[in-house]
């Protein structure tokens, strides 16, 4: 079982920026492909940024590109998703997924409010 947390998140007033980190402990830690998601309440939970293992691959949804940025540090078992530019619809409970083919772990979340 690996223990994933995210930390991060907090109050920010329109047009700010936060930092979210995603721990992901063990010597394996850089072998995952991490996902960020972010769950609006009364909304499903959504899939809005991807980095492969070897940060070759990047994927972002639609409503994020060009205003977040998803990096790692292999050496810290760490991931990171910057995020400028928010906007009070960033408003949601945002997760961190740790991903090795069919195996996945989650975090427990960290809130991130952005206030008009």
């Known amino acids: 079982q690996v223990q994933v947390k995210e930390s991060g998140g907090g109050l920010v007033q329109t047009g700010g920026s936060l930092r979210l980190s995603c721990l992901i402990p063990?010597?394996?830690?850089?072998?995952?492909?991490v996902n960020w998601f972010r769950q609006a309440p009364g909304k499903e939970r959504v899939r809005i940024a991807t980095?492969?293992?070897?940060?070759?691959?990047?994927n972002y949804e639609d409503s994020v590109t060009g205003r977040f940025t998803i990096s790692r540090d292999n050496a810290k078992n760490t991931a990171y998703l910057q995020m400028n530019s928010l906007k009070p619809e960033d408003t949601a409970v945002y997760y961190c997924?740790?991903?090795?083919?069919?195996?996945?772990?989650w975090g427990q979340g960290t809130q991130v409010t952005v206030s008009s």
């Open positions: 980095i492969s293992s070897a940060s070759i691959i990047y």
């Open positions: 997924q740790a991903r090795r083919g069919p195996s996945e772990y």
């Open positions: 063990g010597r394996t830690s850089g072998s995952y492909a």
